[in-house]
């Protein structure tokens, strides 16, 4: 009995010790992974490498996404996506991208989450100079759109 629980410590020690080992995907792996995913409007993809509070902002940037021409979206799949800065301090990150089809650098900010590196969104991030507005604006018509297509989609606040 006593040769089995050696064998079972033994055996529960080489998982622990091997788990541990495994690698974490850097601020830059993921940034890529994501604007990939983005690019190719795979939207639950994208989701996986976004924090929980980023979630309704990837539904609305997906709604707009839906709205894009077909010429439109062609160019952003065929964009050159190319990682020119990384700033990493303790558990936040600000990568830089540089998009061939935007023509200019983008931040994605990051954060760790559960000990993995995650895209955190704002609704700036999609919506640049986004203030909410009360009244039937624009601006309402496309929250009133996210939220009817949101399912259990937190809400964000907006500064």
């Known amino acids: 009995m006593t040769k089995f629980f050696r064998i079972i410590t033994l055996a529960l020690f080489t998982t622990i010790l091997l788990g541990s080992c495994k690698k974490r995907a850097s601020p830059e792996e993921v940034a890529l992974a994501f604007m990939h ?27 707009f996404d839906g709205r894009r021409s077909g010429a439109e979206r062609e160019k952003i799949k065929n964009a050159k996506i ?26 994605l900010q990051m954060v760790k989450e559960n000990g993995q590196w995650k895209i955190s969104l704002t609704f700036d991030s999609i919506i640049p100079n986004y203030t909410p507005q ?26």
Do not use: F, W
């Not at 990493?88 to 990568?95: H, I, S, T």
């Open 37 to 63: 995913a983005i690019q190719d409007s795979n939207y639950d993809q994208a989701r996986e490498y976004a924090t929980k509070e980023s979630q309704q902002v990837i539904q609305i940037y997906a709604i």
């Open 82 to 107: 190319e990682v020119v800065n990384i700033e990493e301090n303790g558990d936040k990150a600000a990568v830089t991208i540089l998009n061939s089809s935007a023509h200019q650098k983008e931040v």
């Open 134 to 159: 009360s009244g039937n604006t624009a601006d309402s018509t496309i929250e009133e759109e996210a939220d009817s297509s949101a399912t259990n989609a937190t809400k964000i606040p907006v500064n």
